[in-house]
């Protein structure tokens, strides 16, 4: 499992009778960079992204696990350790071995997008970035909570957690430090927001192009275009270039190196749009962007989803907007037998220590989408089998809790009204690390593949947290309208117009999977096939 997540370099080290095994996908630095790094007083490993440090932006031709590894060893106290990480911009995890002082660091970033977990009895530590079922060792996630410090001489000992400045409550089973880590977003709002008035009209396009007439609303609504323009370009672009074919040859390439997970709905159709338009005005670059669509087989045999028919639709609306444009859609069609097979011998272990019906049905759906084997319609006008090189897939996680799109904050607001609906939402930031994106990291990078969330950029996430509710949700309004308001405005105005209209569909529902076996299980159900 661990080798198959950093296909470019596999290591095995016994530092001090300690094992480590490591493995590393190559995406930063200007060759790859083995792990663990160590010298004889510490050891480092290192699974993340640096984008700005210190407010400044990274530059991907360096080594950021070289650089971090060079940070952490000179640092002289706790209070250095922790100025140093809440420097970092990006997606994390880290556990770092500071052997003179005999004290173990590790954590993940404020958002949980790097897969972190941990096992500990009195006799044995286990830190891993995935771990399959196991009887003799029982797993959970490393919370999101703050960077941890544990002490190695004492073998009961609770860790100590600095925590990050916002949090509300204080965590059980830890010690909690005086000292804390500045949360990487803003939260609270230095300015009021502007009230902008939103009115209702039954027909939902009219209302877009009213309110895009409205200079504050399309000046805002171009700045989270701008912001979310810039938070792809960087996911897409800090990378070598080279294919998961080329990279083993060590030569660079056009074919393509980014994708998108591809619902067709309102998220990913936008971060496909932002990132094929990127692709394309890059004239020295003739690659294509791949869209991954995965559907299950209906009752009739047939694979024409709810995801499969949107995806198609936003396809000819992103052809039509950006004509230049090279995309290409997979159309990845799971059957019921192979999705139980592929389950049984693989997907449950990545999934571990998650066993829900929910982590089920979303995991075999992603898995499926992440490996980018399906068919594509070719020049001919027939369907061939196509698989995709690319190394770093976009996702849309983390816009539903920002921006009010789960019918939770529907009956939030009908039972609270607006003060009631804006509670919810800081506490949707809040705990957005306890949202399973370990998981999806999990079974994204099975694949080699490096799953990247343009939406929880934190410029993205402090801009957002700053409008006024009532543009990002207006939830008085219908379903499909009122919901995720800004960014409908958004798709709108990029000429995805039928896009910008289509309700919030989960994948488990759009693509089909969840009615596929057992149409009678729940949610939160423990699923009996794991």
Same mark, same amino acid.
């Given at each position: 499992?661990?080798?198959?997540?950093?296909?470019?370099?596999?290591?095995?080290?016994?530092?001090?009778?300690?094992?480590?095994?490591?493995?590393?996908?190559?995406?930063?630095?200007?060759? !790859? /960079?083995?792990?663990?790094?160590?010298?004889?007083?510490?050891?480092?490993?290192?699974?993340?992204?640096?984008?700005?440090?210190?407010? +400044?932006?990274?530059?991907?031709?360096?080594?950021?696990?070289?650089?971090?590894?060079?940070?952490?060893?000179?640092?002289? *106290?706790?209070?250095?350790?922790?100025? *140093?990480?809440?420097?970092?911009?990006?997606?994390?995890? /880290?556990?770092?071995?500071?052997?003179?002082?005999?004290?173990?660091?590790?954590?993940?970033?404020?958002?949980?997008?790097?897969?972190?977990?941990?096992?500990?009895?009195?006799?044995?530590?286990?830190?891993?970035?995935?771990?399959?079922?196991?009887?003799?060792?029982?797993?959970?996630?490393?919370?999101?909570?703050?960077?941890?410090?544990?002490?190695?001489?004492?073998?009961?000992?609770?860790?100590?957690?600095? $925590?990050?400045?916002?949090?509300? +409550?204080?965590?059980?089973?830890?010690?909690?430090?005086?000292?804390?880590?500045?949360? $990487?977003?803003?939260?609270?709002?230095?300015?009021?927001?502007?009230?902008?008035?939103?009115?209702?009209?039954?027909?939902?396009?009219?209302?877009?192009?009213?309110?895009?007439?409205?200079?504050?609303?399309?000046?805002?609504?171009?700045?989270?275009?701008?912001?979310?323009?810039?938070?792809?370009? +960087?996911?897409?672009?800090?990378?070598?270039?080279?294919?998961?074919?080329?990279?083993?040859?060590?030569?660079?390439?056009?074919?393509?190196?980014?994708?998108?997970?591809?619902?067709?709905?309102?998220?990913?159709?936008?971060?496909?749009?932002?990132?094929?338009?990127?692709?394309?005005?890059?004239?020295?670059?003739?690659?294509?962007?791949?869209?991954?669509? !995965?559907? /299950?087989?209906?009752?009739?045999?047939?694979?024409?989803?709810?995801?499969?028919?949107?995806?198609?639709?936003?396809?000819?609306?992103?052809?039509?907007?950006?004509?230049?444009?090279?995309?290409?859609?997979?159309?990845?069609? !799971?059957?019921?037998?192979?999705?139980?097979?592929?389950?049984?011998?693989?997907?449950?272990?990545?999934?571990?220590?998650?066993? *829900?019906?929910?982590?089920?049905?979303?995991?075999?759906?992603?898995? /499926?989408?992440?490996?980018?084997?399906?068919?594509?319609?070719?020049?001919?006008?027939?369907?061939?089998?196509?698989?995709?090189?690319?190394?770093?897939?976009? *996702?849309?996680?983390?816009?539903?809790?920002?921006?009010?799109?789960?019918?939770?904050?529907?009956?939030?607001?009908?039972?609270?009204?607006?003060?009631?609906?804006?509670?919810?939402?800081?506490?949707?930031?809040?705990?957005?690390?306890?949202?399973?994106?370990?998981?999806?990291?999990?079974?994204?990078?099975?694949?080699?593949?490096?799953?990247?969330?343009?939406?929880?950029?934190?410029?993205?996430?402090?801009?957002?947290?700053?409008?006024?509710?009532?543009?990002?949700?207006?939830?008085?309004?219908?379903?499909?309208?009122?919901?995720?308001?800004?960014?409908?405005?958004?798709?709108?105005?990029?000429?995805? !117009?039928?896009?910008?209209?289509? $309700?919030?569909?989960?994948?488990?529902?759009?693509?089909?999977?969840?009615?596929?076996?057992?149409?009678?299980?729940?949610?939160?159900?423990?699923?009996?096939?794991?």
């Amino acid at each position: 499992m661990i080798t198959r997540r950093g296909p470019d370099v596999v290591n095995f080290r016994e530092l001090d009778g300690v094992g480590i095994l490591s493995s590393v996908l190559w995406l930063q630095g200007s060759s !790859v /960079f083995p792990q663990p790094v160590n010298n004889d007083h510490h050891c480092f490993l290192w699974n993340g992204d640096i984008y700005l440090y210190d407010n +400044t932006r990274w530059d991907s031709r360096l080594s950021d696990t070289e650089f971090i590894y060079s940070k952490l060893r000179d640092c002289e *106290t706790d209070c250095d350790i922790i100025r *140093t990480l809440e420097r970092i911009k990006g997606p994390w995890a /880290f556990v770092f071995w500071d052997k003179a002082r005999d004290c173990l660091w590790y954590g993940r970033d404020f958002f949980g997008r790097q897969s972190l977990l941990m096992s500990r009895t009195e006799s044995c530590l286990v830190l891993t970035s995935c771990a399959p079922r196991n009887d003799l060792l029982s797993f959970s996630e490393v919370p999101a909570n703050g960077i941890y410090k544990l002490n190695l001489a004492e073998t009961v000992e609770p860790p100590l957690l600095f $925590p990050w400045d916002c949090l509300q +409550t204080e965590p059980s089973g830890v010690v909690m430090a005086a000292q804390t880590i500045a949360c $990487p977003v803003k939260l609270i709002c230095d300015v009021k927001p502007q009230s902008i008035e939103v009115e209702s009209n039954e027909d939902p396009e009219a209302m877009f192009d009213s309110l895009l007439m409205n200079q504050a609303v399309s000046n805002l609504v171009n700045r989270l275009i701008d912001i979310l323009t810039e938070a792809v370009k +960087t996911r897409i672009e800090n990378q070598p270039g080279r294919c998961k074919n080329c990279v083993k040859e060590s030569v660079d390439c056009a074919h393509p190196c980014a994708g998108v997970l591809f619902s067709g709905g309102l998220d990913s159709a936008i971060l496909a749009f932002i990132a094929a338009k990127l692709i394309s005005e890059k004239c020295e670059d003739k690659r294509s962007l791949d869209l991954m669509n !995965v559907a /299950f087989p209906l009752a009739n045999g047939s694979y024409d989803v709810p995801d499969r028919l949107t995806g198609e639709q936003a396809l000819k609306e992103i052809r039509a907007a950006l004509p230049d444009a090279r995309i290409r859609m997979l159309k990845i069609n !799971v059957s019921k037998e192979e999705l139980q097979k592929t389950r049984n011998e693989s997907v449950l272990d990545l999934l571990n220590p998650l066993s *829900t019906v929910l982590d089920d049905s979303i995991g075999c759906a992603i898995w /499926f989408a992440a490996r980018g084997v399906g068919l594509v319609e070719e020049e001919s006008g027939q369907h061939g089998v196509y698989t995709s090189p690319c190394r770093v897939l976009l *996702t849309g996680m983390g816009i539903d809790e920002q921006l009010g799109g789960y019918s939770r904050h529907r009956v939030r607001f009908q039972r609270d009204g607006l003060p009631g609906l804006e509670e919810e939402l800081r506490m949707e930031i809040l705990r957005i690390s306890e949202r399973n994106l370990g998981r999806d990291n999990r079974i994204i990078s099975d694949h080699g593949v490096m799953a990247r969330f343009p939406f929880l950029d934190e410029s993205l996430v402090s801009f957002l947290s700053c409008l006024q509710t009532n543009l990002k949700c207006n939830l008085a309004l219908p379903r499909g309208v009122g919901e995720k308001l800004i960014l409908r405005l958004a798709a709108h105005k990029l000429g995805l !117009v039928k896009t910008a209209r289509e $309700p919030k569909r989960a994948v488990q529902f759009g693509s089909r999977i969840a009615k596929l076996e057992n149409r009678k299980e729940k949610a939160g159900d423990i699923a009996i096939r794991v």
